[in-house]
């Protein structure tokens, strides 16, 4: 089992920043690609960013590429998503995902992923 708790969510204006963490315990952190994943009102959950296991290899949808930013530090059990830019249509609940994949993969499919954190709500607004 690996249990995931995200934290950094909140308000911000239209081009603003905000830093996502997910902090996982229980199994081997380093043993998991991590993965984040967004959710708006009325739309199905959307690939947001994955990384490997190693932190090598990252992976990251259109809407997102050059904005966000996924990294992970497997000392601290703890995987970021550097949000910059954000527009309005950011706002979503954002989640971290656990993925017992190959060493070398950041798996961008939603059934890939075993383990789920609870959420936290980014809004961008004025």
């Known amino acids: 089992q690996v249990q995931l708790v995200e934290s950094g969510g909140g308000l911000v204006q239209p081009g603003g920043s905000l830093r996502l963490s997910c902090a996982a315990s229980?199994?081997?952190?380093?043993?998991?690609?991590m993965g984040w994943f967004r959710q708006a009102p009325g739309k199905e959950r959307e690939f947001v960013a994955a990384?490997?296991?190693?932190?090598?290899?990252?992976t990251y949808a259109d809407s997102v590429k050059g904005r966000f930013t996924i990294s992970r530090d497997n000392a601290k059990n703890t995987v970021y998503l550097q949000m910059n830019s954000l527009k309005s249509e950011d706002t979503a609940v954002y989640y971290c995902?656990?993925?017992?994949?190959?060493?070398?993969?950041?798996?961008?499919?939603?059934?890939?992923?075993?383990?789920w954190g609870q959420g936290t709500q980014v809004t961008v607004s004025s």
């Open positions: 995902a656990a993925a017992g994949v190959g060493y070398y993969s950041a798996p961008v499919g939603i059934y890939e992923y075993d383990y």
């Open positions: 229980g199994r081997t952190f380093s043993s998991y690609s």
């Open positions: 990384t490997s296991r190693g932190g090598g290899l990252t």
